[in-house]
């Protein structure tokens, strides 16, 4: 058990489902100590040996705290290891780590009599609270569930894990677009503009949009003016003039834009010099129909990649792709029905679109593939559309991004409203870590587009249900 300490510093009780989100989660409690129960390292053991996607999260997790606990003795471990020296900076932690042995608690110390995991360490947590009073114990865990169990069996604290929260509400996601209200030019005292080729660029002063960031598109209420943010700095901004009509009248394989967002998404995805586009929306606002669109004008029209590779995580998939018969490609198929609706769409008012889909899908070479096998390849010159990305974890995200080698262009889009997976929210879901990471990073543009375009019945379904 962890000695006592000052009332400042607060005990935090760790959940497996952390140490799965964030295998280093144990390092980032700065200068409070913190408690594993024997029943979080009995699952992570489970864990580490199954098929799950999870299974490397784990043994990382099991790995790290090895390397602090492995030269203690076991009234050490039992106490409390320093974390000193295990991370850098001024967040680096000073706390001590400490396991539980909640397997041997006494039946009087228990409020759950049950024997299941969640139990047992909601057990610890209460029996924590109460030796160390008025010490703060904290119970840290991503599962709902657990959070309500906790608090109706009186522990005064339980958490979600925050630390990799970079936003505290999803309202506060970046959109990709700023509107001003009335007319852009009247909010504008100096401007200095020249001309590079056909393009103009304005150079304002930065308080005309203090928050601006690279490739956030400029709109205002008058539909004649649309721009672009080119590059920041303390005193100013270099803004490209697009032009409302210019912008809508941008087109892509027989694609054009519906309305405004969608206009500002397919110059996003067409513009060459952008290697991750992220396109967040409701059902129905176009973001897989925009990506396939842009994606085959610059495979097949334009010749500027090779091929498209089409990948998306489904929690089915996650595990693994089953023993459906057949290829990978056509074990994949099912789950990426809305790549082949979309191909359909584009291609209905062909003589015959059914062969036009296959010979397209030759053309563009189009593959379909599972998250699973993206870990260890190298993508050149491709263009990758990642579908439904809001189910993927900050860690999955990196390992796909990552893969993407020299000339090859990353299209997440994935809707925040529809997360399927256990332990993510709109604010922890990977989506949301890349949309704020990327927000500064001149190779990327993130564009929120709302508005349904589907149908009407979609739309009064959105709006309403």
Known sequence: MPAKKSPDTKIYVLDTNILLHEPHAFLSFKEHD???PMTVLEELDYIKDSKKDVARDARVSIRAMEDLLHDAPPEAMIAGVSMSGMGAGKDAPTGALSV???????????????????NRIINVALHLQKTFAPQQVVLVTKDLNMRLKAKGAGLAHVEDYRTDQLISDIKYLSRGYHRFEGNFWEKVTSVESRAEGRDTIHTLDRSVLPEAYVNEFLLDDSQHFAGLVEAVDNEQIELLDLGYERLMSRHAWGISPKN?????????????????????????SGKTLLAL????????????????IVTRSTPDIAESIGFLPGTEEEKMLPWLAAI????????????????????I????????????????RSIQNAIVILDESQNLTAA??????????????????????????NYLSPVTSGLTYLVEKFKNFSGSATLNLDGVVRSRLAQFAEEHL
């Open 293 to 308: 669109a842009a994606a085959l004008e610059m495979v097949v029209e334009k010749n500027m990649y090779d091929k498209i």
């Open 260 to 284: 405004i967002g969608q206009a500002m998404a397919l110059h996003a995805l067409l513009d060459a010099h952008i290697d991750l586009v992220i396109l967040t929306g409701p059902a129905g």
């Open 34 to 36: 913190v408690v594993i």
């Open 396 to 421: 999955q995200l990196k390992t796909i991004i990552t893969r993407c080698g020299e000339g090859t262009k990353l299209i997440c889009s994935g809707n925040l409203a529809q997360i399927d997976s």
């Open 100 to 118: 539980f042995t909640d397997l041997s608690m006494m039946e009087s110390q228990q409020v759950f009599t049950s024997n299941e995991n969640d």
């Open 361 to 376: 899908m030759e053309k563009a070479n189009i593959q379909y593939k599972s998250v699973n096998f993206m870990r260890g």
């Open 340 to 359: 082949t609706d979309s191909l359909e769409v584009l291609h209905k008012h062909d003589e015959h679109a059914k062969s036009s889909m296959n010979y």
